[in-house]
């Protein structure tokens, strides 16, 4: 009589190509490497998406209605932070439409990012001084606090900007390895309900595998385009190489500073008139900018320049246009390289790179766009949490109870978990006898 031995085989797993293995190496161990640098970088980038939002609903005095006439002058501004704070000089005032100026003022001594500083909250119609802070040295506001931690969690500037850098080009390779992963090696209706659903019903280690192949799928294209615009900032080679394809063979070129004529210094204008006359003449061309950034010039420095960048839609940047004049002549000065042309008249390369921050922070479609981001990076800071778990699953998960022993037809069955007693069988010849 057959016993369960004899019964037909099961079928071998059949064994990954060696590519395969490479990719599950590689996918496994490089994110064992940067989870803790992705899940910071992408939480983060979460928050500071909507900083400019967060910002105006916390500070809901600094929201001015919009009224039919000029606002004040740069001159103007001047003389208030002179009555305020005759020790400190305007270094730049941010004008947006519907909003408060926000005035940054710098001492002697105040040099620098996180060197400390006043900031002046100004009613752009009346001139009244709405609030005063007051930064210490070292001290950032809470969105400057998270934006170090996105660019270089928190480390000295020369350790942590490598470090986001290249831990951003890993997870761009992760996301390649983990759609070669997540890759069916056939499609049936079993496969597309693993790989496009998560199925809430089953064990928490089954949900964790979905949402770690079903989430990063679907936010696989959004994490590229942050990802990938996010290494122009930082990785020097990858920037040129990605400007020199996509414009043809360009060079991106170095930064142009520009200088006033130091020889002209006093000729022509006070300072003051200066920078009321070089305001005015951006305005007239552009009346209905959303936005101004003025930068005041260092009168103290010769060579120093009046700088305004107009940004014409509101919470874009893609087309904003800068204009840089000699503080003492007025006379307008043109730089060299992408920066320094006209979005409409960029070609296709100039074009991406000044897109490339509203790409990164989604902002290139508007608030929906931002909202895309905002899923998009918290699904990538899920990733290497519950690619870690399912990794831990794997590597120390309890071993299961030693298996029972294959039993032919003749075993006995056992009761209650329990095997029934042996009953002794005496020897047939011992009975008759």
């Not at 002697?108 to 001084?129: D, Q, S």
């Not at 064990?203 to 936010?219: E, Q, T």
């Not at 298996?403 to 069988?425: C, D, F």
Request: charged fraction near 20%; hydrophobic fraction near 40%.
């Amino acid at each position: 009589m057959a016993t369960a031995n004899n019964s037909n085989p099961a079928k071998k797993k059949v064994k990954d190509s060696q590519f395969t293995r490479i990719n599950k190496w590689l996918h496994l161990w490089l994110g064992l490497v940067s989870g803790v640098i992705v899940l910071m970088v992408c939480i983060t980038g979460c928050i500071w998406v909507f900083n400019e939002e967060i910002t105006g609903l916390l500070e809901p005095e600094s929201k001015i209605q919009k009224q039919d006439k000029p606002v004040i002058t740069p001159s103007q501004l001047t003389s208030i932070a002179a009555r305020l704070f005759p020790d400190k000089s305007p270094v730049y005032a941010n004008y947006q439409q519907g909003r408060a100026i926000n005035l940054n003022l710098k001492g002697a001594k105040e040099e620098g990012r996180r060197g400390g500083g006043t900031t002046l909250t100004i009613n752009p119609y009346t001139g009244r001084v709405i609030s005063k802070v007051v930064h210490k040295k070292g001290e950032v506001d809470f969105f400057r606090f998270i934006l170090n931690g996105h660019r270089f969690l928190w480390l000295p500037y020369a350790i942590g900007r490598p470090i986001v850098n290249y831990g951003t080009l890993i997870f761009v390779i992760l996301l390649i390895t983990g759609l070669i992963w997540w890759y069916p090696k056939k499609w049936n209706k079993s496969t597309r309900d693993k790989s496009f659903k998560i199925k809430w019903s089953a064990s928490f280690k089954r949900v964790n595998l979905d949402l770690h192949n079903v989430l990063g799928f679907y936010s696989l294209i959004f994490l590229l385009f942050i990802a990938l615009t996010g290494m122009v900032y930082g990785i020097r080679w990858y920037s040129e190489g990605l400007y020199w394809v996509t414009s043809g063979g360009e060079k991106l070129g170095e930064f142009d500073r520009l200088a006033s004529d130091s020889l002209q210094a006093g000729k022509f204008y006070t300072p003051e008139k200066a920078m009321d006359l070089a305001w005015n003449t951006v305005i007239k061309k552009h009346p209905k900018s959303e936005g101004f950034y003025y930068n005041f010039p260092d009168t103290s420095k010769a060579k120093a320049t009046i700088n305004i960048t107009v940004y014409p839609d509101k919470g874009q940047f893609y087309n904003n246009q800068s204009y840089t004049f000699d503080q003492h002549t007025l006379q307008e000065l043109k730089g060299k390289g992408v920066y320094s042309v006209p979005y409409e008249a960029s070609g296709f390369g100039g074009k991406l790179r000044k897109m490339n921050y509203d790409i990164h922070v989604g902002s290139i479609l508007g608030f929906p766009g931002k909202v895309l981001a905002f899923l998009a990076s918290l699904i990538g800071a899920s990733l290497p949490i519950t690619g870690f778990l399912i990794w831990y699953g794997r590597k120390f998960k309890k071993k299961g109870k030693a298996k029972e022993p294959l039993k032919t037809e003749g075993s006995n069955p056992l009761q209650h978990g329990k095997p029934r007693a042996r009953i002794p069988v005496r020897k047939m010849e011992n009975v008759i006898n």
